[in-house]
């Protein structure tokens, strides 16, 4: 069975940083690309970052560009999301998601299939 689950959030001063979790069971995570979202209240949800499969590409939304690094732990079949300088507007509940593909073509719009529970981030002083 897939499942995902998030874990590392928490509550952190502007400037600061968090390492996200995302561990996969059911299936071989390096085979596929996984996607990172966030939602914060009263807003849709939106993309933050993308890794392809092994042959390893990342993507990342303008917003956290130069502040967050997608990469991946393949032992432990896990990708982390390392954020850095982190700003009030980072704010959100924060999932990770897949749909089994290799690729992160469309990756911030296209539907995905398997998503963890998320965790929470807040940054505030």
């Known amino acids: 069975q897939v499942q995902l689950v998030e874990s590392g959030g928490g509550l952190v001063q502007p400037g600061g940083s968090l390492r996200l979790s995302c561990a996969a069971s059911?299936?071989?995570?390096?085979?596929?690309?996984i996607g990172w979202f966030r939602q914060a209240p009263g807003k849709e949800r939106e993309g933050v970052s993308c890794i392809s499969s092994s042959r390893i590409s990342t993507y990342y939304a303008d917003s956290v560009k130069g502040r967050f690094t997608l990469y991946r732990d393949n032992a432990r079949n896990t990708v982390y999301l390392q954020m850095n300088s982190l700003k009030p507007e980072d704010t959100a509940v924060y999932y990770c998601?897949?749909?089994?593909?290799?690729?992160?073509?469309?990756?911030?719009?296209?539907?995905?299939?398997?998503w963890g529970q998320g965790t929470q981030v807040t940054v505030s002083s």
């Open positions: 059911g299936f071989t995570l390096d085979y596929y690309a």
């Open positions: 998601a897949t749909d089994r593909v290799a690729f992160c073509a469309d990756w911030a719009i296209r539907k995905y299939d398997y």
